[in-house]
T-cell receptor
Framework: DAKTTQPNSMESNEEEPVHLPCNHS???????IHWYRQLPSQGPEYVIH???SNVNNRMASLAIAEDRKSSTLILHRATLRDAAVYYCIGRNNNDMRFGAGTRLTVKP | DSGVTQTPKHLITATGQRVTLRCSPRSGDLSVYWYQQSLDQGLQFLIQYYNGEERAKGNILERFSAQQFPDLHSELNLSSLELGDSALYFC??????????????FGPGTRLTVL
């Protein structure tokens, strides 16, 4: 998997948008970008994934830079339930290699 | 609820012992993955099985082994346990054999404590 770099932590206010960045400058053309999150005391949970185009689903949006060297996970309105560790993975393999992720704190 | 079940939820045992962790994938999923999460190492991929056969191997110790049965449930066997094996063990499943666009669904984990 491509090496990814994420900030260790970020803070957001409830009901405001959150932009979680990820750098993956060594990504290859066929690597998919996956985002998972892990809520406290739970297993990781799939959020979204994409290859080149921006993607939207009911949980979030994924904006992928034109050169694919970075991406941003967008939570449109953060809730307290979104407080979690968010993992960005540049995937070219069967398995997934999780980094340290970004710990998101949501303040009421 | 991801549809992936793991038993037991908690396991406490002593050094040198052997334990078995069990995972049932989501209905229809053919792949099972095992991950270990410890405080100092983060979430690490151990091994993948697809339709009964080993498909990919990660940082799995020789003291650890896994298998996937005909009904697609999987077991992770940990032997000669050491204090450092204390961790959360997660199982995940996916429909396919693990292509780069596959989504993995994780279970709630088994917390192993080795005393």
């Amino acid at each position: 998997d491509a090496k990814t770099t994420q900030p260790n932590s970020m803070e957001s206010n409830e009901e405001e948008p959150v932009h979680l960045p990820c750098n993956h400058s060594t990504i290859s053309g066929t690597d998919y970008i996956h985002w998972y999150r892990q809520l406290p005391s739970q297993g990781p949970e799939y959020v979204i994934h994409g290859l080149t185009s921006n993607v939207n689903n009911r949980m979030a949006s994924l904006a992928i830079a034109e050169d694919r060297k970075s991406s941003t996970l967008i939570l449109h309105r953060a809730t307290l339930r979104d407080a979690a560790v968010y993992y960005c993975i540049g995937r070219n393999n069967n398995d997934m290699r999780f980094g340290a992720g970004t710990r998101l704190t949501v303040k009421p | 609820d991801s549809g992936v079940t793991q038993t037991p939820k908690h396991l406490i045992t002593a050094t040198g012992q052997r334990v078995t962790l069990r995972c049932s994938p989501r209905s229809g999923d053919l792949s099972v993955y095992w991950y270990q999460q410890s405080l100092d190492q983060g979430l690490q991929f151990l091994i993948q099985y697809y339709n009964g056969e080993e498909r990919a191997k990660g940082n799995i110790l020789e003291r650890f082994s896994a298998q996937q049965f005909p009904d697609l449930h999987s077991e992770l066997n940990l032997s000669s346990l050491e204090l450092g094996d204390s961790a959360l063990y997660f199982c995940a499943s996916s429909v396919g054999g693990g292509s780069v666009s596959d989504t993995q669904y994780f279970g709630p984990g088994t917390r192993l404590t080795v005393l």
